[in-house]
C-alpha cells in the first residue's frame, strides 16, 4: 500500500524533515582498505559462497533499485558497482555526505575485527551534524587486553591465577574509564556469537571461584585472529569467560552515579558464525531482571524473534527495541511487518532506529531511505484506520528517528526535529539531486524558471540554463539563488522604498514540490521561499507566511481548500504606434456572458480560441485543475476556474496556472490583462476565491458560521490585501455582481461579498487579480480563526437582495451597517488599527506591506486616471 500516507502532509514533512540519530552503526573502511571487502554485503549478512546468491534476493533488488537511482545508472548490480565506483574516484568526502545526508549523528561500534582497515569514530563526524560517539564493543575490550598483556608473540597463552585478577582489574578498568568517557555513550556485547544470549547469573563477581574459571577458561578461551600491522587480535571463544565480562560491565554500569549508559546486545539477524535458536533476546529475560538499573537495547529488532523484542521492550522499563539492520537487509514486506510487529504491543518510547551501516556508505544511504519510506507507509495506514491521528504519528517518527535515542544516550545535539507548528514551514521533498535531475531530463527542461510573488503583486522569476542547474546538482549541492534584501521592499519600477536599502542578501531556496511544465516548450518553474544566509526563516516572505499560518491553523486541527477564479481581458497589440495605448480591444462581435458563439472560430487560425486550446492543453500537462472556461461580460473578458486545492498549493498553481495564460496568449499575439476594471462601463476583472474547511467538522455551522464572522469582522483590514491597487476600488460598485460595497454575506447571493454556496464553502468574491494570493489567504484564514477561538456569531443576517437597494432600515435589521473602504488609502488605515489582525499575520509583514503600499500611492495618485489605468494595464 505504497500510497497510504500520501494525503498526510504533515507526518511526511516530519519524515523527512527529522535528522535520524543512527544508535547502532561500525565505522567506514579507510580509502586504501574498500577493496579489500565486497560491496555485495551491504544489503545482507550473507557470506562466502552464500554471498553472492543473495543477488536473487529481494532486498538486494531494492538496494540495487534505490542506488541506481541516486547514481543515474542502469538498475543492474554491475552499472551500480561502477557507479559507486566512479563516485569513489570524483570525491569520496562528497559521496559519503551524501549517503550520510539527514543523519544527525552515528554511535559507532568501533569493536569490529578489522584493526588498521577502518576509520575512527572521530573522522566520521565531518559527515553529520553533530559529533559521533563511541559504543565499546566489550569482546575486543577483553581480547585486546590479554593479548597485550598475557599472550606472547609466539607460542601459546599461559595464564596464571594473578594474571587473571589482574585481568580483571584491568577490564574493570576500562570499563570504568568508558563510563566517565564523555566520548562514550553505551556498551555493546556480541556474546549472542559466542555461545548465545542464554547467560547464566553470577552472584558475587569477587568469589575465589571467580578468580580460578577465570584462570581455567582464560588459556581454553583465545584463539588467535590474523595479525594485521603489528596489531594482534584474540578472540574470546570460551562461553564463560564471555559470560563473565558481560556481567562485570553491567554490574559496574548498574552502580555507576548519574545517567546509565546502555548496554546493545546483538540479537537475532546475524551471519552464520551464530546459533540461530539462541539468538532470540527471549533468553536474555533472567539477564534482564538481573540488572533493573541498566538500560538494554536489543539490537536489529531481534529478528525473526520481532514480537520477542516487542514484548521484553514493552514489559521491561529498562529494555529498548531497535529497529536497525532490516534496512536493507530484508525486504520491504517484510521491513514494514517488523515495524507493525513492534508497534503491536511496544510504546513507540521504546523503539530505536539504526542503520547497522558498516563499512561501506551506500549502507547508510539505503537503511536511512528505506527507514523513511517504511515509516510513512505503516504510519500512515495506521491514521488511514484512525488507529493514530497525524499529530500522533508525527509525534511517534520523530521519537523513533530522534528522540528516544537523545534521551536514552544522553546526546548533545546540534538540531532538532522540526516542531508541528513548522512543519508546513517546509519543503514537502526531499528528493536526492539525482532524481531532480531525473525529474527535469523526462520534462525535457532546457531552462528552469524560479518564480516568486511580491509585495505589489509582481511575479518575479530567474531563468536559470539546465546545464548549469545541472552541474550544480551534480556536485551535490542545491539549486539557489542570491537576492538583495531589499526584495520585499521594490515598487514596481524597482524604486526602493525609504524604509529599505541595498545592504543584504537572502537565499531563495528551491522547492522542487512545486516543479511544473511550462510556461513555455523546454520550460519549467518552480517557486522559491527566501532564508537568511545560515538557512533560518525570513518572516517577511509572503510564501513562508502563508505556510506558517497554515501550519498553526493545523496545530488546531483547521484545514482547508481553496479555488481560484481567473477573469481576465484579451486584447490586441495596437498597429497605431502613434497612439499612447499599446493594446486595443479584442474584435469580437457581441461578446457577453457564457455567450456560445465567442467560441464559434474555435480553431481558426488566428483567433484567441487557438490559443486557448493551447491554454488547456499546458494546464493539463501542468496539471493544474480546470473546472470550467467560459466567457465573461466585457469585451475579449474570460473566465478559467480552477480546481479546488489545499491553500499553499492553491496560491502557487493560481500563478502558475497566470504565467502559462499570459505566455501562450503573447505567443499568438494576443495580450491578457488582469485589470480589475479596464473599461469604465463594462464589468471588471476580479479573482474570486472558494474555500471551504476541510478538516473533521468544517461542515458544523456552529464552526463555519464563527469562521467567516471572522473574516467579515476583520474585512476592512483584509480589503488592503484583496483590494491592492487604487484600480481595484474601480471595480468596487453597487449591482455590477462585484461584491458592492457593503459588509455582508448571502446564500447564492452575487452581489454579498462573501457568498454562501453550500456548508463551509463560501465564495469571496472581493479578490483582484493584483492581490497577492499568499497576503490575502493569510488574512482570510488568520481572521477566520479568530472568529472560531473567539466564537464570534455571524450576527449578520442572510441577505438574499441587493443591498445597495435596500432602505436604512432593511439594512440595519441584517445587521448591514458597516461599509467597505472607499479606497486604497483608507483600506491602509484600516489595516493599521486593526491590531488583532496585524498581530495574526505578523507585525512586520504588516508594516512592510503597508510602507509599500503607500510608497506605491506616492507614485500613482498625481497620474491621470488613464495614464493610471494604462500604466496598470502594461504590468499585470
Known amino acids: 500500500m505504497a500510497s497510504a500516507y500520501e494525503d498526510f502532509k504533515l507526518l511526511t514533512a516530519a519524515i523527512d524533515n527529522t535528522p535520524l540519530i543512527d544508535n547502532h552503526a561500525h565505522p567506514l573502511l579507510k580509502a586504501d582498505s574498500v577493496n579489500k571487502h565486497p560491496l555485495l554485503s551491504i544489503a545482507t549478512e550473507a557470506n562466502g559462497d552464500a554471498l553472492e546468491t543473495s543477488k536473487n534476493s529481494l532486498s ?18 554491475d552499472a551500480v558497482e561502477t557507479g559507486v565506483e566512479r563516485k569513489r574516484l570524483e570525491s569520496r568526502d562528497g559521496w559519503i555526505k551524501r549517503c550520510f545526508d539527514g543523519i544527525e549523528t552515528i554511535l559507532i561500534d568501533d569493536g569490529l575485527d578489522i584493526p588498521g582497515q577502518a576509520e575512527t569514530c572521530s573522522w566520521h563526524s565531518q559527515f553529520t551534524k553533530s559529533e559521533c560517539k563511541r559504543i565499546v564493543r566489550l569482546e575486543t575490550v577483553a581480547s585486546d587486553i590479554i593479548a597485550r598483556h598475557f599472550v606472547p608473540a609466539s607460542g601459546p597463552a599461559h595464564i596464571t591465577e594473578k594474571d587473571s585478577r589482574q585481568f580483571l582489574d ?54 588467535t585472529e590474523e595479525r594485521v600491522g603489528s596489531s594482534l587480535r584474540r578472540r574470546l571463544e570460551n562461553s564463560d569467560l564471555n559470560c ?38 527471549s533468553h536474555l529475560q533472567t539477564f534482564i531482571r538481573g540488572y533493573p538499573n541498566v538500560p538494554i537495547v536489543l539490537l536489529h529488532a531481534g529478528y525473526p524473534w520481532t514480537r520477542e523484542t516487542a514484548y521484553l521492550a514493552a514489559m521491561y522499563p529498562n529494555v529498548y527495541a531497535d529497529i536497525g539492520e532490516v534496512f536493507p537487509c530484508i525486504s520491504r514486506q517484510g521491513q514494514e511487518g517488523v ?8 510504546p513507540w518510547s521504546k523503539i530505536l532506529c539504526s542503520t547497522d551501516g558498516h563499512g561501506f556508505p551506500e549502507m547508510f544511504l539505503t537503511a536511512t531511505t528505506q527507514i523513511r519510506s517504511v515509516l510513512k507507509t505503516v504510519l500512515g495506514e495506521l491514521i488511514q484506520v484512525q488507529q493514530l491521528d497525524e499529530k500522533q504519528a508525527v509525534r511517534l517518527a520523530q521519537d523513533i528517528l530522534f528522540f528516544n535515542s537523545k534521551k536514552l544516550y544522553n546526546l548533545e545535539t546540534k538540531s532538532m526535529p522540526p516542531s508541528i507548528t513548522q512543519l508546513p514551514l517546509l519543503p514537502k521533498t526531499t528528493w536526492s539531486n539525482q532524481t531532480i535531475i531525473q525529474k527535469l531530463q523526462s520534462l525535457n527542461a532546457k531552462y528552469l524558471r524560479v518564480y516568486w510573488h511580491d509585495y505589489t503583486s509582481s511575479s518575479k522569476c530567474r531563468l536559470i540554463p539546465i546545464k548549469q542547474v545541472y552541474r550544480t546538482l551534480s556536485s551535490g549541492k542545491p539549486v539557489t539563488l542570491n537576492i538583495t534584501q531589499c526584495v520585499f521592499g521594490l515598487l514596481q519600477t524597482d524604486a526602493m522604498i525609504p524604509q529599505v536599502n541595498a545592504s543584504g542578501m537572502y537565499v531563495v531556496q528551491t522547492d522542487w514540490s512545486t516543479l511544473k511544465p511550462g510556461p513555455a516548450d523546454g520550460h519549467v518553474s518552480c517557486f522559491g521561499y527566501f532564508t537568511q544566509q545560515d538557512g533560518s526563516e525570513v518572516p517577511t516572505c509572503p510564501r513562508s507566511l502563508l505556510r506558517r499560518i497554515i501550519n498553526n491553523a493545523a496545530a488546531q486541527g483547521l484545514t482547508f481548500l481553496f479555488g481560484f477564479e481567473i477573469e481576465f481581458v484579451v486584447m490586441e497589440r495596437n498597429p497605431d504606434r502613434n497612439s499612447p495605448d499599446k493594446f486595443q480591444t479584442l474584435r469580437t462581435d457581441g461578446h457577453s456572458w457564457s455567450m456560445s458563439r465567442i467560441l464559434a472560430d474555435w480553431g481558426r487560425e488566428g483567433s484567441f480560441s487557438t490559443a486557448v ?43 502558475h496556472a497566470r504565467q502559462i495564460l499570459e505566455s501562450v496568449s503573447a505567443r499568438h499575439g494576443f495580450r491578457v490583462t488582469l485589470h480589475p476594471k479596464p473599461f469604465a462601463t463594462a464589468c471588471g476583472s476580479a479573482s474570486h476565491t472558494h474555500l471551504s474547511i476541510s478538516s473533521p467538522g468544517g461542515d458544523k455551522p456552529e464552526l463555519y458560521e464563527s469562521f467567516y464572522a471572522g473574516i467579515l469582522t476583520h474585512l476592512r483590514a483584509i480589503l488592503a490585501f484583496t483590494y491592492s491597487n487604487p484600480t481595484s476600488y474601480e471595480r468596487m460598485l453597487d449591482s455590477f455582481w462585484a461584491g458592492g460595497r457593503w459588509i455582508t454575506w448571502g446564500t ?23 492581490a497577492n494570493p499568499y497576503f490575502a489567504v493569510a488574512a482570510f484564514i488568520v481572521a477566520g480563526v479568530d472568529g472560531i477561538n473567539k466564537k464570534i456569531s455571524l450576527t449578520w443576517g442572510d441577505c438574499l437582495g441587493d443591498p445597495a437597494r435596500f432602505s436604512a432600515q432593511e439594512r440595519k ?45 506616492k507614485m500613482l495618485e498625481p497620474m491621470t486616471s488613464e495614464d493610471r489605468r494604462r500604466w496598470v494595464m502594461e504590468r499585470y
Open 613 to 655: 486550446d493551447e491554454i488547456l492543453d499546458a494546464l493539463e500537462e501542468a496539471d493544474i485543475a480546470v473546472d470550467q472556461f467560459h466567457p465573461e461580460n466585457a469585451p475579449g473578458q474570460f473566465e478559467l476556474v480552477l480546481g479546488a486545492l489545499p491553500p499553499l498549493e492553491a496560491c502557487d498553481s493560481v500563478l
Open 813 to 857: 435589521e441584517l445587521g448591514i451597517e458597516v461599509m467597505f473602504p472607499a479606497d486604497l488609502r483608507e483600506a491602509l488605515g484600516a489595516l493599521k488599527e486593526d491590531e488583532v489582525l496585524g498581530e495574526l499575520l505578523h507585525r512586520d509583514v504588516v508594516q512592510r506591506y503597508v510602507d509599500v503600499k503607500e510608497a506605491e500611492l
Open 339 to 346: 515495524v507493525k510487529e513492534m508497534l503491536e504491543v511496544c
Open 244 to 281: 563473565l565480562i558481560v556481567h562485570v560491565a553491567a554490574q559496574y554500569v548498574n552502580d555507576a552515579p548519574g545517567p546509565k549508559k546502555p548496554i546493545q546486545f546483538h540479537t537475532g539477524l546475524g551471519d552464520n558464525d551464530m546459533t540461530l535458536t539462541k539468538s532470540s533476546p
Open 170 to 223: 584491568l577490564f574493570s578498568a576500562e570499563i570504568v574509564k568508558a563510563i566517565s568517557d564523555p566520548e562514550v555513550v553505551g556498551f555493546k556485547s556480541i556474546i549472542c556469537y559466542r555461545r548465545g544470549l542464554d547467560i547464566p547469573p553470577i552472584e558475587d563477581l569477587d568469589a575465589p571461584g571467580v578468580t580460578l574459571t577465570l584462570k581455567e577458561i582464560a588459556n581454553a578461551g583465545l584463539k
Open 748 to 770: 447564492q447571493n452575487k452581489e454579498a461579498p462573501l457568498r454562501k454556496v453550500e456548508g463551509s464553502h463560501w465564495e469571496i468574491k472581493t479578490v483582484d487579480g493584483l
Open 60 to 77: 538486494h533488488i531494492r538496494t540495487v533499485k534505490h542506488l541506481a537511482e541516486v547514481l543515474g545508472c542502469e538498475q543492474t548490480w
